[in-house]
């Protein structure tokens, strides 16, 4: 379970930024969650809400935004979201594609006091 080792780090950037801004609690934590970054969210909030005890986050709420894999066709040039992991152009039906996004994890947004 790899999530375990994401949250640790997740906590060590909020302590770092949270020392940044002279902040004592974390009382959100916003993430982006590629839909092909290999992250299981339900494991990740699992994880999270196991270890977060001790830690500047011991009171935060994890928000966790799915994101949609959005891909450049390089034969028609359109640029389109994939709902499903079928991966073909919706408008030429090319497989040669680019992910432009969806396959990254980000931390969008911390609330400290």
Known sequence: MHELAIVQDLFKLCET???KHNA??????????GRLSGVEA???QSAFDAFKA???CSDAKL???PK???IKCNECGAQSVLLENE???PKC??????VISGEDMYLMRLEME
């Open 17 to 19: 930024n949270a020392m």
């Open 54 to 56: 001790d830690t500047i």
């Open 93 to 98: 039906g090319s497989n040669s594609l680019d």
């Open 87 to 89: 991966f073909l152009c």
């Open 42 to 44: 339900h494991y990740l």
């Open 63 to 65: 928000i966790i935004h």
């Open 24 to 33: 004592t609690k974390i009382n959100k934590v916003e993430i982006e969650i």
């Open 68 to 70: 949609d894999i959005t």
